[in-house]
T-cell receptor, first 116, second 109 residues
Framework: DSGVTQTPKHLITATGQRVTLRCSPR?????VYWYQQSLDQGLQFLIQ???????AKGNILERFSAQQFPDLHSELNLSSLELGDSALYFC???????????????FGNGTRLTVT | GQNIDQPTEMTATEGAIVQINCTYQ??????LFWYQQHAGEAPTFLSY????GLEEKGRFSSFLSRSKGYSYLLLKELQMKDSASYLC??????????FGRGTSLIVHP
């Protein structure tokens, strides 16, 4: 158990809808990362937050947004969903943002999103 | 940007040794990670290299050559439970880990 909690585990929704994915980092971790994993693309970095502030942005679509709250949990909002958004969405946390290069990411079990 | 290459699939026999290679091109370098991921599960951290050389951790070892942009993960005394995907991830100048597509390892009896 990594200590990172993601809910829900599974989500099935229709095209055009909006969903919210939730992540609680490991106790003591200030940094939260969101990754998307699809069969043909591997793990793609979406966005990182550190202690409530957006720190880095990757290949995140404009239809997607995220935030990190004062209690350090994070939410990823996906709107105007398309079939191609079907994927596993992972949240990961680490102790630091960038200073300690060796801090590994600890991943949650992911949310499997299916858009029909 | 970054480019990370790993073989797509490898097979090996229980009890044997297997080496999974990873080559990368990156702007800036702040370390290389190896993760194991079983199908449908979360990636779990295996090893970290930031200096050249070999890091050993039980049955698993990881090697890095920064000048060659090359790393490998060595798995010894293979067990059936080692069947999984192995992900190479590089921290470049942005400090964000970029993952390769992973190498699917199949261990057979």
């Amino acid at each position: 158990d990594s200590g990172v909690t993601q809910t829900p585990k599974h989500l099935i929704t229709a095209t055009g809808q909006r969903v919210t994915l939730r992540c609680s980092p490991r106790s003591g971790d200030l940094s939260v990362y969101w990754y998307q994993q699809s069969l043909d693309q591997g793990l793609q970095f979406l966005i990182q937050y550190y202690n409530g502030e957006e720190r880095a942005k990757g290949n995140i679509l404009e239809r997607f947004s995220a935030q990190q709250f004062p209690d350090l949990h994070s939410e990823l909002n996906l709107s105007s969903l398309e079939l191609g958004d079907s994927a596993l969405y992972f949240c990961a946390s680490s102790v630091s943002g960038e200073g300690s290069s060796g801090s590994p990411l600890h991943f949650g079990n992911g949310t499997r999103l299916t858009v029909t | 940007g970054q480019n990370i290459d790993q073989p797509t699939e490898m097979t090996a026999t229980e009890g044997a040794i297997v080496q999974i290679n990873c080559t990368y091109q990156t702007s800036g370098f702040n370390g290389l990670f190896w993760y194991q991921q079983h199908a449908g599960e979360a990636p779990t951290f295996l090893s970290y290299n930031v200096l050249d050389g070999l890091e050993e951790k039980g049955r698993f070892s990881s090697f890095l050559s920064r000048s060659k942009g090359y790393s490998y993960l060595l798995l010894k005394e293979l067990q059936m439970k080692d069947s999984a995907s192995y992900l190479c991830a590089v921290k470049g100048g942005s400090y964000i880990p970029t993952f390769g597509r992973g190498t699917s390892l199949i261990v057979h009896p």
